[in-house]
């Protein structure tokens, strides 16, 4: 009896895995371009070429729409018996690169590899439809459509593509990489509406926004956070002196994580992530207290000053030690609480979470 529910088990695991590996198998199958030489082959085609009818002075007589039709019609008619081919964004990108209408005759046969292994169609040499993909791949698309001079690519990731949710982490990723983005890339996601709200007439984009005015493009995209954050803490010094500038911005989340931006701008971060439904609060200090490793404080010449064992040293570990004091909960020690009581209060709260 054992023996035999065991072979029986042994059959059903056996043909489990048969067609996980069979799906698996068409996955990878479904993802892959077709043979090249049958791409090839197919633009290659000795098909009788089209030729729109004329007048007696050799001028078209049908729209340019009518030419479009009947020559669309006359290629799908000869590429009849060829089989279709599906291609990848960098070959299309690499065929089309010095004429964007080098495939428009043979549209009929051809689709194109999109995000997620979806075929997308072509139709008068541009992608058609509209897919959601991750925001990085979205990205990458955008830098292979200018790289290669493809507005086909450009279009079809800026305006056809809606990101992935991220989750919070992924946001502070996108914000603290801002040497990782591609200025032209950000500048095609932007839409001129909102750009303008945040930049002058002919701004560039700062290095020290980059990141900001990336996730700026990624909400009007129509991405979305996915996560229970709804509001962040942002430390910030009253004054930058005394302060090393390549110090990492610290912020409280309402789940009571702690993370250090650096180069973070926190305005335009403030504006975007309340776009998105995260709340910011701005925590101003002029003062650091921690119950194990000292204190900073804001002297009378506006500069930061560090108190070790009673001695003063004219520089301040900004971001350590502000993480510290909030995990310490010893802000409740400072001047900067008196005059800041209910937003600090707001962080016990967060940080009673963690007990």
């Not at 290669?148 to 992924?170: E, G, K, M, R």
């Not at 009007?220 to 229970?228: F, L, R, Y």
């Not at 108190?307 to 400072?334: H, W």
Request: hydrophobic share 40%; glycine share 6%.
């Amino acid at each position: 009896m054992f023996k035999s529910i065991l072979k029986i088990v042994c059959t059903f695991s056996l043909f489990g895995l048969m067609v996980v590996g069979k799906t698996q198998a068409k996955d990878f199958e479904d993802c892959r371009e077709t043979d090249p030489n049958e791409f090839f082959s197919l633009i290659n085609a000795p098909v009788q070429s089209y030729i729109p009818p004329l007048d007696r002075n050799g001028n078209t007589i049908l729209s340019e729409n009518d030419v479009f039709i009947q020559k669309s019609r006359h290629y799908f008619a000869e590429l009849n018996d060829f089989p279709e081919v599906t291609i990848s964004m960098e070959r299309l990108a690499s065929v089309t690169e010095n004429n964007p209408t080098a495939l428009e005759n043979f549209e009929s046969k051809i689709t194109v590899l999109g995000p997620d292994c979806s075929k997308v169609n072509m139709y008068r040499s541009r992608l058609v439809g509209s897919f959601v993909a991750p925001f990085n791949q979205i990205m990458g698309l955008i830098e292979l459509g200018i790289r290669t001079n493809s507005d086909a690519i450009t279009q079809f990731a800026t305006s056809q593509l809606t990101p992935t949710t991220l989750d919070f982490d992924q946001i502070v990723d996108i914000l603290s990489n801002d040497l990782a983005l591609n200025v032209d890339v950000v500048d095609n996601m932007l839409p001129q509406t909102l750009r303008s709200q945040f930049l002058a007439d002919d701004e560039s984009i700062s290095l020290n926004s980059m990141s900001e005015m990336a996730l700026l493009a990624f909400s009007s995209m129509g991405g979305a956070i996915d996560s229970d954050v709804r509001q962040i803490y942002v430390f910030v010094p009253k004054s930058m002196k005394g302060i090393d500038s390549s110090q990492e911005t610290v912020i409280l989340t309402s789940d009571a994580r702690l993370y250090g931006i650096q180069g973070f701008d926190h305005d335009v971060a403030g504006k975007v992530l309340s776009r998105m439904g995260v709340r910011t609060s701005i925590v101003s200090l002029s003062e650091i207290k921690t119950y194990r490793f000292g204190s900073c404080r804001i002297d009378i010449a506006g500069k930061w000053m560090q108190i070790v064992n009673g001695k003063k040293i004219r520089s301040c570990p900004f971001t350590e030690l502000v993480r510290q004091m909030v995990e310490d909960g010893a802000y409740t020690d400072t001047e900067d609480y008196k005059h800041q009581e209910i937003v600090f209060e707001g962080i016990s709260r967060i940080m009673a979470q963690k007990k």
